[in-house]
Structure formats: structure tokens, C-alpha cells
């Protein structure tokens, strides 16, 4: 099929699909009066019931934890699958390496780069442990605090050399990281299991609305869910790496 | 004015399609996928909203005034985290196919063997 | 709706329509952080901020990034082929 007639398929194609979106949209309430009598229901309980004063952490690993808890493992399986895709050295790297380009000369990272690196790793380290940690007070949570976390040992990289952020982030322990996230998730559901109630109920007692240790195991889901993304995500960094590196002629 | 939302998200979806459907390269094309997926967050964000309640973070307004749905929020929340790791896996297979075949180039693949 | 939300969804449908219409990979990646950035500001301006925290960090540096390292590898591959030739 040529690309004029693909072309002409999809635009009449596209014309039909529009045609049952305006069908559809113009059944629904206009945006910002749709009435979800779940969503006034757990503002109003939230605070009272479950003393946490962000909804939507509340909602992501309280209310509905077990939804979750399959999110995070579609993330666990596609870094699994980035991992498996991507070729892996049998040894591990020794030593200092640079990135090696045939016909390009690749400059050292400037003075500038590296002193910027160096001063932004501890602040961003600190903000990441800052947003996993009071997921159930502010915005935030393991998710964007796990994210946060996985850019230190970029900006590493970026400051460095590959050899610098693989002893930074070896590989063993980023992905020990990763599974011990992922399995304390289950270990906290089991031991609610254990404890009588049913998986993932909310046992713990619950503290006082505003401080760190509100929320029953709400803490303890952010900080496995936040180590299990950062370390994620470093493994998949990793795993795009690897094969950029070549050994520096000694 | 109110039914904005969905007509962007709508819009949003054709043209992320329409970029698949034409692309000539296979990074290109994940990253229409991509396109595609952030229409579904904006559709979700428009259904979840409510004109002139603040947002349902409970710390420094008083708990049980009307606040924007917190349920729909969720769901967007893990959602992103997650595309960008399929996009990962996405792209390995891309690279994984260049490998194979020399070419970045879907209308060029089937072409290419052995 | 106020002026600032209909004005960053006119934002949003033009940035999408740019992330598709760049053909380059390599600067497309620009474009998509300059997109994830916007839609950021749209979730802000939508009163949901764990959603902008989420996507600013993800859309604006984890996304580029992977296509840029997935650009690199596949100059590598596209070098060796051609040498193999």
C-alpha cells in the first residue's frame, strides 16, 4: 500500500473515530460539573477516617492500595524486560572508562558541569528522601519522590565518568534495591494478612493527623514503592549504558 | 467553553495517531505513543474537575470543604510514572530491532531479511 | 473556566501537534521535555499538584533522556553495521 493511500485511509478513518468522540463527549456533563459521588465521599471521609491529610497519596495506597500495588509491578516487569533486552557485560567494569565515539572527540565535562553536579546531588538526594517520606502530608509520595531519587547518580554521570556512577550505583545493588521495594509492599499486605485482618488493611496505629507517622502503613508503602522506582529506574539507565561504554586503552 | 477539555484530549488522541500511522522511524513512533497516552490524562483531569474547589490536599484548608476529585487523580499519578518505563521497554525494542535489521525504518522492515 | 485554562489548553493541543509534526528524533526529545513541561503547568493550573510533581520529574527529565540514550546506541549500532558492510 503506498503512503498517499495509507494516508487517505487513516484521514477518513479519523473522520469516523471524531464522529463517535462527539457522540460521546456530547452525552457527558460539561468538564467541571461532572458529579463522582466517590471522589466528594472520600474528601469528606479522609482526614476523620484515616488521619491523612493528602487525598490522593490516601486514595493510591490506603483506599485503593491494591491497584497499586499491580501498577508497580507493570513497572518491576518492564524494567525486568528493559534488562533482558539489552545486552550485559559478563564482568563488571574495573577501573576508568570513558565514552568512546570513532569520529568524534568527546570533550571532559567542564569545570562548571562538575561543580554544579557536585552541589545539586546532596540537595537532590535530600529533596527526593523529603517527598517519599511526607507523601501523606504534602503533595507527593513514593512515585515522584522515587523518580527524584534516581536522578543523583545522573547528575553523576553527567559530572563523571561511566566508571564514577557504576561504583556510585553497582549494579547488584541497585537491583537488590529494586526487589527489596517490591517485595515489602507484598510483606506489608502479608502481614496485615498474618495480623488477622484482610491484605493491605490499614492495622497500624494511625497517629495524629500532620505528623510523620500518620497514616498507619501509608510510610511504609512510600519508602518500599520509593526505593523500588528509583532503583527502577537506575537499572534501566543502566541497562541503555552499558553497551556505550568501551575499555580505555591502558 | 466547558467541553474544551475533551476536544483538546480528543485532538490530542487523532494527532498522536496520525503520527504513528505516517512515521519513518521507530523512535518517532514510540514517542506519538506517548502523545497518545497524555490525552488519556487530560480527558481524566477534565472529569475529575470542579469549578472553583481548591485542591484535595487537606493541610492548610479545613477538611470537608468541596475539593477537586482525589480518586482520578490517582489514577493519573501512577500512570505517568509507568509510561515512562513501557516507553523504556519500547524504545529497547526498537533498538533491539535496528540491531537486527540496519534500518530504524517500519516501511523498510519487512523488506530486510537475514 | 478561567482565561488561564483555556489559554494553556490551546498550549497543550498546539505542543502535542509539534511533538508529532518534528520528524528528527533527536530534537524531538527537546520537544517532548518542552511538552511535559506544559502539561505540568496544566495539571497545576487543574488544581491537581502530585500530578504536576509527577510529571514534571518524569516528562521533563526521565523521558528525554531515555530517547536520547536510545538515539546514542543506535548511532553505535548504525557505525558498526556500516563498517561490517
Not at chain 2, 495517531?17 to 523512535?27: A, D, I, K, Q
Request: some cysteine.
Amino acid at each position: 500500500m503506498t503512503r498517499a493511500a495509507r494516508k487517505i485511509l487513516f484521514l477518513i478513518s479519523a473522520l469516523l473515530l471524531a464522529c463517535v468522540f462527539w457522540l460521546g463527549y456530547s452525552q457527558m456533563q460539561p468538564a467541571g460539573f461532572v458529579s463522582g459521588e466517590y471522589g466528594d465521599r472520600v474528601n469528606q471521609l479522609v482526614v476523620p477516617q484515616r488521619h491523612i491529610t493528602d487525598a490522593v497519596t490516601a486514595v493510591n495506597f490506603d483506599i485503593r492500595g491494591f491497584d497499586t500495588l499491580g501498577e508497580e509491578f507493570i513497572l518491576f516487569t518492564s524494567v525486568m524486560g528493559v534488562v533482558l533486552l539489552m545486552r550485559w557485560r559478563k564482568e563488571p567494569l574495573r577501573g576508568d572508562h570513558e565514552d568512546k565515539a570513532e569520529d568524534r572527540r568527546v570533550p571532559p565535562p567542564s569545570d562548571a558541569v562538575r561543580v554544579t553536579s557536585v552541589l545539586l546531588v546532596p540537595a537532590t538526594v535530600l529533596f527526593g528522601v523529603y517527598m517519599v517520606t511526607h507523601g501523606q502530608l504534602t503533595p507527593g509520595g513514593g512515585f515522584q519522590g522515587g523518580v527524584i531519587l534516581a536522578t543523583a547518580p545522573l547528575l553523576l554521570y553527567l559530572a563523571g565518568t561511566f566508571g564514577q556512577f557504576h561504583q556510585v550505583a553497582p549494579l547488584r545493588m541497585v537491583a537488590f534495591a529494586e526487589a527489596v521495594g517490591a517485595a515489602t509492599y507484598i510483606f506489608i499486605g502479608g502481614a496485615c494478612l498474618a495480623l488477622g485482618g484482610t491484605f493491605l488493611q490499614n492495622l497500624l496505629p494511625l497517629g495524629q493527623v500532620g505528623s510523620l507517622t500518620s497514616g498507619g502503613i501509608v510510610p511504609l508503602i512510600d519508602l518500599g514503592v520509593g526505593l523500588e522506582v528509583s532503583g527502577g529506574i537506575v537499572l534501566a539507565l543502566l541497562a541503555f549504558l552499558e553497551e556505550l561504554v568501551e575499555e580505555k586503552e591502558e | 467553553m466547558n467541553f474544551l477539555p475533551y476536544l483538546v484530549s480528543a485532538w490530542l488522541f487523532l494527532i498522536g495517531l496520525y503520527g504513528v500511522v505516517t512515521s519513518r522511524n521507530l523512535v518517532h513512533l514510540c514517542i506519538c505513543v506517548g502523545v497518545i497516552q497524555s490525552s488519556s490524562y487530560v480527558l481524566l483531569l477534565a472529569i475529575g474537575y470542579r469549578i472553583g474547589c481548591p485542591a484535595p490536599i487537606f493541610i492548610d484548608i479545613k477538611p470537608g470543604t468541596p475539593a477537586v476529585d482525589p480518586v482520578v487523580q490517582a489514577l493519573i499519578l501512577t500512570d505517568i510514572v509507568v509510561e515512562v518505563t513501557v516507553m523504556a521497554l519500547l524504545l529497547a525494542l526498537a533498538v533491539q530491532i535496528h540491531k537486527r535489521n540496519g534500518t530504524l525504518d517500519p516501511n523498510l522492515l519487512h523488506a530486510m531479511k537475514g | 473556566m478561567t482565561p488561564l485554562q483555556i489559554f494553556i489548553l490551546l498550549f497543550v493541543a498546539a505542543g502535542g501537534t509539534g511533538v508529532v509534526l518534528t520528524r528528527d528524533p533527536a530534537s524531538q526529545a527537546i520537544v517532548v521535555s518542552f511538552y511535559g513541561f506544559l502539561l505540568s503547568i496544566l495539571f497545576f493550573v487543574f488544581q491537581a499538584p502530585d500530578v504536576a510533581l509527577s510529571q514534571i520529574v518524569v516528562g521533563a527529565v526521565a523521558l528525554p533522556l531515555m530517547i536520547l540514550l536510545a538515539l546514542a546506541r543506535v548511532k553505535k549500532q548504525q557505525r558498526e553495521h556500516d563498517k561490517s558492510r
